[in-house]
């Protein structure tokens, strides 16, 4: 195993890592392709809480757009990941601001086959209920229980202070297990 990882199980039950910092321990940084590979999955979980699912994929382009511009100036020894979801929120609010501004198309189209980070067909409950959170809560929620952030990075994210995001994530939690299961029996 390489320096600086520490080993992660992802959805699917593989061993993916997560890098604490964008160096590969010699002074250089790792390939942005590596930075994708290892974070892909993690920026497009935080997506897809945030946004339906089509809007989530493309916020997840987006945001892998923006870091690739961006790479090259990110210090060497940076958390890549917080870097990458902050990019990720800022992509999503961009993309809800958009989605103001264009008409609701009628009609629903039925969610794709699950996937990795995508809903599975007995979890559609319980993400229409995570997506009917007030948005710092279902941010806060997003960001420390899926993307798996310290409160203090969350904070950053969404500005205020850690202890604002602690309290925000933990009034999602609360507002979800009373009405989800709520929403599940009925």
Known sequence: MTAGYIPRTAPAGHLTFRSEGASTGHGHKHPFERVVADHGATVLRVCRVLLADHDADDAWSEA???AMRAYPDLPEAAN????L???AHRKAIDVLRARRRHPVPVGEIPDGPAGLGVPREDDSGLWQAVRELPDKQRQAVAYHYVADLPYAEVAQ????TAEAARRAAADGIRNLRKNYPAEAQA
């Open 85 to 87: 979801v902050t990019i």
């Open 157 to 160: 994210i969404l500005g205020g």
């Open 80 to 83: 890549v990941e917080a870097w």
């Open 64 to 66: 892998f757009l923006a």
